[in-house]
C-alpha cells in the first residue's frame, strides 16, 4: 500500500488559482487502487472545509501542522495545543514590536480589528509587488479573509481566557521586512515553542509537538507495512519530507526543501503533485 501525504498551499493549490484537474484525478486513481491520499496542512480544520466539499470522495486529513487530525467518517481530534501562558508571552512579544498576528483555534482564527494593522498590511502589499499580479492576488485574498472571515475582537488573550473550551492551535503572523522575520525567530524560539516560515512572509508558532513529521509517524503506525511519500514546498514540509520513505518537492518550492527530496516535480500551478502520482504510484493495467 502506498500512502500520500501531500501539503496543500503552494504545493497541491495556488492561492488565487483553481486546483489543477490532474490533481483531483490523481487521489480519485490512488483510492481506486486501495491506496490513501492524506492532506497535511497548517490551515486550520475549518480552513479546509471548502477544498473538501471540491472533492467526490473524501480524504483524511491532518491540520494545523499536525495539532490535529480528522480520518474518514470521524469528527476532528485535537492534540499538542499551546498553553494560554505560552500564547501571552508570544503575543507580549509580537505587540511590543508592532506585528499583525492572528490565532489559529479549534473555532476559527481571531485577532484583533484589523484596522489597527492598516500600516502593516502596506508594507506587505509593498512588499509583494515583487510577485506582480500573484503577489496583488495573495493580499487581496489575505485581506478579504481575515476582514471578512475571521472573528475580531478587541483582546483576542481575554477573550480566549474566558472561553477555555477552545483550543490554541497555533499562532501566525505576517511582516514584511525579512530582517523583523530573523529577529522573531530568535526572540520566539523556545523549549515550549517551535517557529518556523511558511507562506510567503508568514512565521507560524506551535507547540513543538505539532509538526507534520510527529504526526506522519503516528499515522503511519496504522500501517505499518505501507510506503510513505511526503510531496510539499515550505520550510513546515520538512519535517514531513525527513520522516517518509519518499520526499517529493513541486519545482516551486524553497531551495532548502528541494535539498531533502528525492524527487523535484513540475510546479504546483501545473499539476505538479498530480503528475508525479500518475507516473510513479498508479498502476498501468
Same mark, same amino acid.
Given at each position: ?7 496543500i498551499?503552494g504545493?497541491?493549490? &495556488? ?6 484537474? %490532474? ?13 490513501? $491520499?492524506?492532506? @497535511? ?10 477544498l ?7 480524504? #483524511?486529513?491532518? $491540520?494545523?501542522?499536525?495539532?490535529g487530525?480528522?480520518l ?11 498553553s494560554?501562558e505560552?500564547?501571552q ?9 508592532? %506585528? ?14 484589523v ?6 498590511l502596506l ?12 503577489g496583488?492576488?495573495?493580499? &487581496? ?15 483576542? %488573550? ?7 473550551e477552545?483550543?490554541?492551535?497555533? @499562532?501566525?503572523l505576517?511582516?514584511?521586512?525579512d ?20 507562506? =510567503?512572509?508568514?512565521?507560524?508558532m506551535v ?8 504526526? @506522519?509517524?503516528?499515522?503511519m ?6 510506503q ?6 515550505g ?9 517518509? #520513505? ?8 524553497k531551495e =532548502? ?8 516535480v513540475? &510546479?504546483?500551478? &501545473?499539476?505538479?503533485?498530480?503528475a508525479?502520482? $500518475? ?5 498501468k493495467?
Amino acid at each position: 500500500m502506498n500512502i500520500v501525504f501531500c501539503d496543500i498551499d503552494g504545493t497541491f493549490q &495556488d492561492i488565487g488559482v483553481d486546483v489543477p484537474e %490532474i490533481n483531483y484525478e490523481a487521489i480519485y486513481a490512488l483510492q481506486k487502487q486501495g491506496d490513501h $491520499f492524506v492532506f @497535511i496542512s497548517g490551515r486550520g480544520y475549518g480552513q479546509l472545509t471548502e477544498l473538501m466539499d471540491t472533492l467526490e470522495s473524501d480524504c #483524511d486529513v491532518i $491540520f494545523s501542522n499536525g495539532a490535529g487530525y480528522k480520518l474518514i467518517g470521524e469528527e476532528p481530534i485535537y492534540q499538542h495545543d499551546l498553553s494560554i501562558e505560552e500564547c501571552q508571552k508570544t503575543i507580549d512579544i509580537l505587540e511590543e514590536r508592532a %506585528i499583525f498576528y492572528h490565532i489559529h483555534t479549534s473555532d476559527g482564527v481571531i485577532l484583533k480589528p484589523v484596522e489597527n494593522y492598516e500600516k502593516q498590511l502596506l508594507a506587505l502589499r509593498e512588499k509583494m509587488k515583487t510577485l506582480g499580479e500573484t503577489g496583488k492576488k495573495i493580499m &487581496d485574498f489575505k485581506e478579504h479573509y481575515f476582514k471578512e472571515e475571521c472573528q475580531q475582537v478587541e483582546d483576542p %488573550i481575554n477573550y480566549l481566557k474566558t472561553h477555555p473550551e477552545i483550543k490554541i492551535v497555533k @499562532i501566525e503572523l505576517m511582516e514584511a521586512s525579512d530582517q523583523e522575520h530573523e529577529i522573531l525567530r530568535e526572540l520566539l524560539t523556545s523549549e515550549s515553542m517551535y517557529v518556523f516560515s511558511s507562506f =510567503i512572509q508568514c512565521m507560524e508558532m506551535v507547540n513543538p509537538l505539532s509538526s507534520k513529521g510527529e504526526a @506522519i509517524q503516528e499515522f503511519m503506525k496504522k500501517f505499518p507495512d505501507a510506503q510513505s511519500f511526503g510531496i510539499g514546498d515550505g520550510e513546515n514540509d520538512i519535517a514531513m519530507l525527513e520522516v517518509v #520513505d519518499v520526499a517529493v518537492a513541486v519545482g516551486n518550492a524553497k531551495e =532548502i526543501v528541494k535539498e531533502k527530496c528525492d524527487y523535484i516535480v513540475s &510546479d504546483c500551478k &501545473d499539476g505538479g503533485v498530480g503528475a508525479f502520482i $500518475f507516473d510513479q504510484l498508479i498502476r498501468k493495467n
